[in-house]
C-alpha cells in the first residue's frame, strides 16, 4: 500500500519558516536536525517538512528552481481549511504571510483565500467542502 506521508519545501531558514507556521496557523514543530538544515511540523495526519535550500541543493545535483516572493507562485499549492477564513488569513499576515487573494466566496459556497509564506510559496486558506 502507499500511501502519501509529507511534503517537502525547499527553504532559506528553517527555523524561521517553522517559527511561522507555528505562529501563523498554530502548528507545532515535531523536530528539526541539530544543524537546522530539515525540519518537520505537527499538523495532523499529513507531515509539512522544510529543507534547507543547501541541503536541498546537495541532494539534487543538477539543480532546482527556487521559490521567491519576487516570482509568481509556483503552479502548485498548500492547502488548509478552517472555519474562519477572515480571522486565519489576518493572522497569517500578522505573522509575515503576504496576501494574494482576500477571502471569497466561490459559487459553491466554499470561501477560499490566498496568502504566500515567508519563501513565497502558495497557500490556499479555505473552508472545509461539504
Partial sequence: ??????????????EKTIAFYEKAFGFSK???T??????????????????????????LKDGFTQSSLENKPFGIEIG??????????????KAGATILENPKTKPWGQVVAYIRDLDGFLIEICTPMG
Fill in 80 to 93: 488548509f481549511t478552517t472555519d474562519n477564513v477572515e480571522a486565519t488569513v489576518e493572522l497569517a499576515v
Fill in 34 to 59: 541539530p544543524d537546522n538544515s530539515y525540519g518537520e511540523l505537527l499538523m495532523g495526519e499529513t507531515t509539512l517538512s522544510f529543507a534547507s535550500v543547501t541541503l536541498a541543493s546537495s541532494n
Fill in 1 to 14: 500500500m502507499i500511501k502519501f506521508a509529507y511534503t517537502i519545501l525547499y527553504v532559506q531558514d528553517v
Fill in 30 to 32: 515535531k523536530f528539526t
